[in-house]
């Protein structure tokens, strides 16, 4: 168990294009979020699952996000038509299945940076 | 939604010194209140937490004070270090009524230098 990865670490794209970035959570980890952070900034939450279900969204995530779990283990966030307004790091975390303490606690991935050019 | 403020912007402290950094809250819902600590380059790293019915957390040289009436609590790093030179942000969230936390709000962050 080596923590949260994500994948890549890095991507320049051209405005109009679509992206997509990897998570794998820490394995058995049943919950997992998106945050985006721009420069300067706390991370913001974007959406979170739990297992396979999408439960949450921010009014952040607008049409051109989409972001799956298709199996309750890895996560893809998907960006459409990019714009030069989404450049950030995109955050994935994890926390574990259960109820007590010490389960809400989130484990970062290294991020994503994303640049739109 | 700005709902976690965290002052100051940037901190500079002496090497052995202490490093205070302090957050505000608005929602009284709010039932779990971690600190991140984040290099550059890096995500988010969990620091320390704490919970409203506790009023003080130790671990090591970081402590968390909590005053849940004034709807506030601070971060203290005890005889800082160059090596605690990062970015810190406090974060609050509250459980789901369904069980497990929602998602966390951030701070704006706190930049700690420690200069030897």
């Known amino acids: 168990d080596t923590g949260v990865s994500q994948n890549p670490r890095h991507k320049i794209t051209k405005r109009g294009q679509n992206v997509t970035f990897r998570c794998d959570p820490i394995?058995?980890?049943?919950?997992l979020y998106w945050y985006r952070q721009t420069l300067g900034q706390g991370p913001e939450f974007l959406t979170y699952?739990?297992?396979?279900?999408?439960?949450?969204k921010s009014r952040l995530l607008s049409d051109r996000f989409s972001a799956e779990r298709p199996k309750g283990s890895f996560s893809t966030l998907e960006i459409q038509r990019t714009e030069q307004g989404d450049s950030a790091m995109y955050l994935c975390?994890?926390?574990?299945?259960?109820?007590?303490?010490?389960?809400?606690?989130?484990?970062f991935g290294p991020g994503t940076r994303l640049l739109v050019l | 939604q700005q709902q976690v403020k965290q002052s100051p912007q940037s901190l500079i402290v002496q090497k052995g010194g202490i490093s205070i950094i302090n957050c505000a809250y608005e929602?009284?819902?709010?039932?779990?209140f971690p600190w991140y600590q984040q290099f550059p380059g890096k995500g988010p790293a969990l620091l320390i937490a704490?919970?409203?019915?506790?009023s003080e957390k130790k671990e090591g040289r970081f402590t968390i004070s909590f005053n849940k009436s004034a709807k506030q609590f601070s971060l203290h790093i005890m005889d800082s270090q160059p090596g605690d030179s990062a970015t810190y942000f406090c974060?609050?969230?509250?459980?789901?009524?369904?069980?497990?936390?929602?998602?966390?709000?951030f701070g704006a962050g706190t930049r700690l230098a420690v200069h030897p």
């Open positions: 699952f739990q297992n396979e279900a999408q439960l949450e």
């Open positions: 975390a994890s926390s574990p299945r259960g109820y007590g303490v010490g389960q809400e606690t989130q484990y």
């Open positions: 704490i919970r409203p019915d506790v």
């Open positions: 394995s058995e980890h049943n919950r």
């Open positions: 929602n009284t819902a709010f039932d779990y």
């Open positions: 974060a609050a969230c509250r459980r789901r009524f369904s069980g497990g936390y929602n998602k966390l709000i």
